[in-house]
Nanobody, 125 residues
């Protein structure tokens, strides 16, 4: 079973930055699409960003476009989410996800097979 371990969450003031990391337990993950989702209290889980297997294609939710950047280092089995200009409405538990069959998952949760445990991001005003 593939395990995804996230790190990098925390408390930051509005306008600040955080970098999330998600490392997979297997190298086979490098062939498939990966993504980030988030879930705020009382809300449904929503798409944040996605990246293709080789990093050549990316997609972002409109709410984070221009502020967040997704990237990956396949040599380290790791995907990153650089978050700049954070806003209080970015407060949520952030989850990384990986597909086991699709090389670019995009915004649909059903395209992903493996999920991390989540990391809390809190942005104070």
């Amino acid at each position: 079973q593939v395990q995804l371990v996230e790190s990098g969450g925390g408390l930051v003031q509005a306008g600040g930055s955080l970098r999330l990391s998600c490392t997979a337990s297997t190298r086979t993950i490098r062939f498939f699409g990966r993504g980030w989702f988030r879930q705020a209290p009382g809300a449904e889980r929503e798409f944040v960003a996605a990246i293709s297997y080789n990093g050549g294609s990316t997609a972002y939710a409109d709410s984070v476009k221009g502020r967040f950047t997704i990237s990956r280092d396949n040599a380290k089995n790791t995907v990153y989410l650089q978050m700049n200009s954070l806003k209080p409405e970015d407060t949520a538990v952030y989850y990384c996800a990986s597909s086991r069959s699709i090389n670019y998952g995009g915004p649909l949760m059903e395209d992903y097979d493996y999920w991390g445990q989540g990391t809390q991001v809190t942005v104070s005003s």
